[in-house]
């Protein structure tokens, strides 16, 4: 009798220390996973990359004490950029933290893919800035994935746009010859589709030339260049290939200052490997580079200055994948914000924040608030687009640093939308997806 | 014609960048009748310990010699701590504990370094030189005398030396060869530390075009076809295959790339060795193995 007494009464202790621990973790914290990779092929990109996502939410918590008072907590989990990790720590990660994952960004095209279906079933947002599946931005059929800001679909217009521009104007394009030479790969061929689309609207000639992964040769590639002589070449890469393209370029002849890389074919790590020989190379830029941002000066005063910077070599920070990674960590910031707006100020679940990332509107005045006019287009997200912006701006290679020479790129969703939505349908057809109903969603 | 040539040509000078890599797989397996799966990860790990000390302000001949020390005290390592306690044991354990080599080298060559790329300038020009309205690559030259010094040294060394000779005797049988006397343990540093001298002369090169990144370890697998088809324990076989390797592959990028589809320069050479494995299964140049049965 005695003992069951005593059973009974620690019983009744743990759950009275239970029911008072739980509501207080739960007001104070909310979850980020961080599916890094800082070892690998990739880890170059990816050190800076999640080291800028890591320095602006410490940068939250530091100087603002979280987000409205909720304080941000994460965990990294290397996924070496291969898709069975990713899905690994996105599984060990996504029921941490008071109310699961907020969301998830796993900066790598192939584990994108291998979560999406995953990620619909546990109302955990998958957020895929610049990667991933580009139809994904009809948010009528993918409701938890987010292309935010821009996808290859819409960057390929950017260019064709920026070439345009460059030659006189879109009429000028007519009889041009311009190649696409990617990296091949799911993620190397997504913009083949549109970029053959616009060869039948602005009447250039277009090639398309294949490197096979990871991409580290490619004479014979660009020996096909030399025998089509284009007059622009657009590189879809990643990795190793980016400075293998460029050394290429250069062995036979073809003028830098007529290549245009993509936004994952336009780091510091791709042309410093090629040096001065890269001057005058173009790529697409998602964000700029450099420290002369207020977000990334605040992140030097308050996060460097206390000694929690991320990044042991400092140098990288205000490169262009550290930058990226403080884009990122803006937009999901942003995204909760929005989101307690509606649902209160409080650890919110993978379903709430999805209403945020939904509903997230950054007009000029509150990016001159966060510290980043011209560090981030203005963006505006909807049910169905799932997208938000679609502009680009252009940089150069000078030799030892990248310099901005563009404004904002629009892109031409006139073109892109119709595909977009195609794409989504007949995935959903696929897949026996039924449409959302934006209408009754969105408030 | 001239474009053909010029394909051609690219071919086997690119054919002559592989073949540096093979001759690394292929000291190794004459040693010791093991193939070194941590080859890719020595050329890594010897060229980013170059690269990191030239950027520490070290002038280039000094961090080259570093880095060769550094190589040497590996193998010196290598031999004690993971082959010679495999002594006798299957070959399959000595392949098993090359595998295990290649993540440590990996792991702390991105632990030492860091994950940065780095470019290295060797003060090659590679821009091209233009014969007969054929370009060919002024590195891909330099390249290519690199490699033909680097066969001629070895290939004396094995030929004309003692050592050399003991080599081969190690690797048809080790206990046949300790009990005649030949020190197994001093054969086997030797040679993983020729291994890692051609693995740094391979990295300088291979980082000079790509920069100084993890994807070294990949540029070994570009040599696997090369010792299939120019025999496991040849070094002009190395040399020959890589030629082979090279043209064919760029060849048939360019002309049959465009009709199946195109990227296929990274199988053909694996369909090619295959092939040949049918007709050939020692290689080109490789050494027929009879056996008593």
Same mark, same amino acid.
């Given at each position: ?30 979850? &980020? ?136 104007? &879109? ?69 190793? &290939? ?202 | &014609? ?292």
């Amino acid at each position: 009798m005695r003992t069951t007494k005593r059973w009974w009464w620690s019983g009744a202790v743990s759950a009275l220390v239970l029911v008072w621990a739980a509501p207080a973790r739960a007001e104070g914290e909310q979850f &980020m996973p961080v599916p890094s990779y800082r070892v690998g092929p990739y880890a170059a990109g990816g050190t800076s990359l999640y080291g800028g996502f890591i320095d602006y939410m410490n940068l939250i918590n530091m100087r603002d004490g979280g987000i409205n008072g909720v304080k941000l907590t994460w965990e990294e989990c290397e996924t070496e950029y291969k898709p069975d990790r990713g899905v690994e720590c996105y599984e060990r990660l996504k029921a941490k933290g008071p109310t699961g994952a907020s969301m998830f960004h796993p900066y790598s095209t192939g584990i994108s893919y291998a979560l999406i279906s995953k990620v619909g079933h546990d109302k955990i947002p998958l957020v895929t800035i610049a990667h991933g599946r580009t139809d994904a931005a009809d948010g009528r059929y993918f409701p938890y994935v987010f292309p935010l800001i821009t996808h290859y679909w819409s960057l390929n217009t950017d260019i064709i746009r920026y070439i345009g521009e460059r030659e006189g104007g &879109m009429a000028k394009l007519k009889g041009k010859k311009i190649v696409h030479l990617h990296h091949g790969s799911a993620y190397g061929k997504e913009p083949n589709v549109v970029f053959q689309k616009q060869a039948e609207k602005y009447g250039y000639e277009a090639k398309i030339i294949e490197v096979p992964a990871p991409g580290s040769e490619q004479q014979a590639q660009w020996l096909e260049i030399r025998q089509f002589k284009p007059d622009w070449v657009i590189v879809t890469g990643w990795g190793v &290939m980016n400075p293998a393209a460029l050394k290429n370029a250069v062995r036979v002849g073809f003028p830098m200052d007529h290549i245009v890389g993509n936004f994952w074919t336009g780091s510091e790590e791709d042309v410093e490997p090629v040096g001065t020989a890269a001057k005058g190379y173009i790529s697409a830029a998602l964000n700029p580079p450099g420290k002369e941002s207020k977000v990334i000066q605040e992140i030097e005063r308050v996060v460097y200055g206390a000694g929690k910077g991320n990044m042991v070599d400092k140098k990288r920070v205000g490169s262009i994948y550290y930058n990226r990674g403080v884009l990122t960590g803006i937009v999901s910031v942003e995204a909760i914000r929005v989101a307690q707006g509606k649902f209160g100020k409080k650890p919110l679940t993978g379903e709430q924040i999805r209403w945020g990332l939904e509903n997230l509107n950054l007009d000029p005045a509150r990016i001159a608030a966060i510290g980043a006019t011209g560090f981030i287009q203005p963006l505006k997200v909807t049910c169905a687009d799932h997208e938000g912006g679609g502009a680009v701006k252009f940089q150069q290679w000078d030799g030892t640093k990248w310099k901005i020479i563009s404004d904002w790129v629009q892109a031409d969703k006139e073109l892109v939308r119709p595909l977009i939505e195609e794409s989504a349908a007949k995935y959903a057809k696929e897949n026996n997806i039924t449409q959302r109903d934006c209408a009754k969603e969105s408030t | &014609m001239a474009f053909f040539i010029e394909v051609l040509v690219g071919g086997l000078l690119a054919g002559v960048m592989y073949s540096l890599i093979a001759l690394g797989f292929v000291l190794i397996f004459k040693a010791s009748g093991v193939f070194n799966f941590a080859q890719g990860a020595m050329v890594l790990a010897a060229a980013t310990t170059y690269a990191g000390l030239v950027d520490m302000g070290w002038s280039g001949w000094l961090a080259f010699l570093a880095a060769l020390a550094v190589m040497i005290v590996f193998a010196l390592l290598t031999e004690r701590l993971v082959l010679r306690p495999l002594v006798n044991q299957p070959q399959i354990s000595l392949f098993m504990a090359t595998i295990g080599l290649t993540f440590v080298l990996e792991g702390a060559s991105q632990a030492v370094w860091g994950s940065v790329v780095r470019g290295l300038d060797l003060g090659i020009p590679d821009t091209p030189l233009e014969v007969s309205g054929v370009l060919i690559s002024k590195f891909d030259l330099v390249a290519s005398g690199t490699a033909g010094a680097l066969v001629v040294l070895l290939a004396s060394f094995f030929q004309w030396t003692r050592t050399g000779r003991a080599l081969r005797a190690v690797a048809d049988d080790h206990q046949a060869a300790l009990s005649v006397g030949i020190p197994l343990e001093r054969i086997w540093a030797l040679v993983w530390a020729a291994a890692g001298a051609v693995a740094l002369v391979t990295g300088l090169l291979w980082g000079s075009r790509l920069g100084v990144q993890f994807a070294l370890t990949q540029v070994a697998l570009k040599a696997l076809p090369v010792i299939i088809l120019g025999g496991f324990t040849s070094i002009a076989g190395a040399i020959v295959g890589g030629l082979m390797v090279g043209a064919s592959e760029k060849v048939a990028e360019v002309y049959l790339g465009p009709i199946i589809g195109g990227g296929i320069e990274n199988w053909f050479p694996y369909v090619l060795a295959l092939l040949f494995l049918l007709v050939r299964p020692d290689g080109l140049f490789g050494e027929k193995r009879i056996e008593r049965v």
